[in-house]
């Protein structure tokens, strides 16, 4: 008796699903069956659409190209140079012109054969694009900071959860063993109690140093949809040095090295305290800010005073020599501070091990190989990853919350279970930011 379509359709997701709970292949199967002999078949494959195709978006549709279960095929941007440049890396590594262009992120987002997306727009785009990603049921791999106001990053916590979504941030240091080391000897007590936590990031304009003549306002070039580049943030006249590789010095668009920053090194101290969902109290925020009138406006220089939870206190400070760059967590019986290939304690046997011995490993954090290898996999096995979205919410809220301190010059109370401002409603109203019209947030 021939079977109805409806008891053998099985969808792509519910195979990968059950791909995943496979250990190994059966060692009759020739490779060649599998698609290349090595790569597996098409449809074990995770179909990627690539949202941003500009630095980081290039770097991590590189790493996801050298992947052999993931097929990259769709990508999106308003620029043709950028997007004519990643469809020519794409292509050139499989072989084909098979991966299809898109100007409209929504047109991607909606293709029912794509299985996840990676974004890497800039800051004042990643609420809307992730929202209708997960609203279409793709898995998403997206850049940090998680968005540009707390706001939006309560919208992209929701949509995720409300469509069971595997969500990855694009915070990396969890999965280099430095990183990982560092956080584990902290929340196995080998420092004692933590009293007292420094985060150092970087200050200024990440090395930029313009003058007030270098933004001229001028035509946007006939490569570059400017308006939909703006998109829900403020039409400010076009300046190229507004714009790719630097829309992150102005607040319409990003949030400084501050913001940039905050979801590797802040990140990495939560890690180590154990606060993935818990956050400050208390907010003291100084910063300095360009003239008035220059083209940029975001702190060149800050420094941001919290209290956490069982009296720790944090300092997290970008352009001040006394808070060295990376994570240093200070405790009752000793220190660890580690940075990008650097790593130093108060106990130098630490510093040449890769891992803790495991009679002093009681507790043992998430391990990971590699970034998007741990978001291929947690997409198969349907198990969070490495810095799901909640955890880059909450790890990216002391930024958010320090800013709004500097700009209202006052010390800020949250309430880390609501979510909410205490007693100040003028910094309440600075949790969000008003979309230009058309846009606004499904």
Request: proline share 6%.
């Amino acid at each position: 008796m021939r079977a109805t379509p409806s008891a053998t359709k099985i969808t792509r997701r519910k195979f990968l699903a059950a791909a995943g709970a496979a250990i190994a292949l059966p060692t009759f199967i020739p490779a060649s069956a599998l698609g290349r002999e090595d790569r597996p078949a098409p449809s074990a494959r995770i179909s990627l659409g690539v949202i941003g195709c500009g630095g980081m978006g290039t770097a991590n549709t590189n790493a996801f190209l050298g992947l052999n279960d993931c097929q990259v095929v769709a990508a999106c941007d308003v620029d043709k140079q950028h997007l004519e440049t990643i469809l020519g890396t794409i292509n050139g590594h499989y072989g084909n012109k098979d991966c299809k262009a898109y100007h409209d992120y929504r047109e991607l987002a909606a293709r029912t054969d794509i299985d996840a997306v990676m974004i890497a727009t800039p800051d004042h785009w990643h609420a809307l694009v992730a929202v209708e990603a997960a609203n279409h049921k793709k898995d998403i791999y997206g850049e940090k900071p998680l968005a540009r106001t707390i706001t939006e990053q309560q919208a992209i916590v929701h949509a995720v959860q409300k469509n069971n979504r595997i969500w990855q941030t694009g915070s990396w240091q969890r999965s280099v063993p430095n990183f990982h080391k560092a956080a584990e000897i902290v929340r196995n007590g080998l420092i004692g109690k933590v009293t007292r936590v420094e985060v150092g990031l970087p200050g200024g304009f990440a090395g930029y140093n313009p003058k007030p003549s270098d933004f001229t306002v001028a035509t946007p070039p006939p490569e570059l949809d400017y308006d939909l580049w703006s998109g829900p943030s403020q039409l400010l006249p076009y300046m190229s040095i507004r714009v790719h590789g630097n829309w992150r010095w102005n607040y319409n668009t990003g949030g400084g090295n501050l913001l940039d920053w905050i979801g590797h090194h802040c990140d990495i101290a939560h890690w180590g305290l154990g606060f993935d969902e818990n956050g400050p109290s208390e907010i003291e925020g100084h910063g300095e800010f360009p003239p008035a009138d220059f083209g940029w406006n975001t702190a060149t220089k800050y420094r941001i005073d919290l209290k956490y939870p069982q009296n720790i206190s944090m300092t997290i400070a970008g352009g001040h020599p006394d808070i060295k760059d990376g994570t240093k967590w200070i405790g009752t019986d000793g220190w660890v501070h580690v940075d990008r290939g650097q790593f130093s304690a108060s106990n130098e046997d630490w510093r040449d091990i890769k891992q803790l011995p495991e009679d002093l490993r009681k507790v043992k954090l998430y391990e990971s190989s590699g970034h998007q290898r741990n978001f291929l996999d947690c997409v198969k096995s349907r198990k969070p990853t490495i810095t799901p979205v909640k955890t880059a919410h909450h790890s990216t809220i002391p930024g958010h919350l320090g800013l709004i301190s500097m700009l209202v010059g006052r010390k800020l109370k949250w309430n880390v279970q609501s979510e909410q401002i205490i007693d100040d409603k003028e910094a309440t109203a600075m949790l969000g930011r008003p979309f230009r019209a058309p846009w606004k947030l499904a």
